[in-house]
């Protein structure tokens, strides 16, 4: 059973800066195309941006790009979403997300992860 452990929520202020942290179990994590998706309050979970297993290819949501960045770290089994430029719409819980298929490619839509974490609050002030 992999585990997904996400840290580093918390509340910021309008144009503050947070880094998320996502712990994986698993001896073939290396394999597998990650993903942080959002959810805010009365709204339907949304995709944020997702990493190829290498690292090499990574892709964002319009909304985000620029703003945040996701990156890797094979031999921690970590996965890392730093956000910047925070703003109140941002406000969501964060959740990573793993594709274990090992096929190398990224992936945008939540149907094609097999296993997520328990999430992570992000609260930015105005």
């Known amino acids: 059973q992999v585990q997904l452990v996400e840290s580093g929520g918390g509340l910021v202020q309008h144009g503050g800066s947070l880094r998320l942290s996502c712990a994986a179990s698993?001896?073939?994590?290396?394999?597998?195309?990650m993903g942080w998706f959002r959810q805010a309050p009365g709204k339907e979970r949304e995709f944020v941006a997702t990493?190829?297993?290498?690292?090499?290819?990574?892709s964002y949501a319009d909304s985000v790009k620029g703003r945040f960045t996701i990156s890797r770290d094979n031999a921690k089994n970590t996965v890392y979403l730093q956000l910047s430029s925070l703003k109140p719409e941002d406000t969501a819980v964060y959740y990573c997300?793993?594709?274990?298929?090992?096929?190398?490619?990224?992936?945008?839509?939540?149907?094609?992860?097999?296993?997520w974490g328990q999430g992570t609050q992000v609260t930015v002030s105005s």
């Open positions: 997300a793993a594709d274990r298929s090992a096929t190398g490619l990224v992936r945008r839509r939540a149907n094609s992860y097999d296993s």
């Open positions: 990493i190829s297993g290498s690292g090499g290819t990574t």
């Open positions: 698993g001896r073939t994590f290396s394999r597998w195309t």
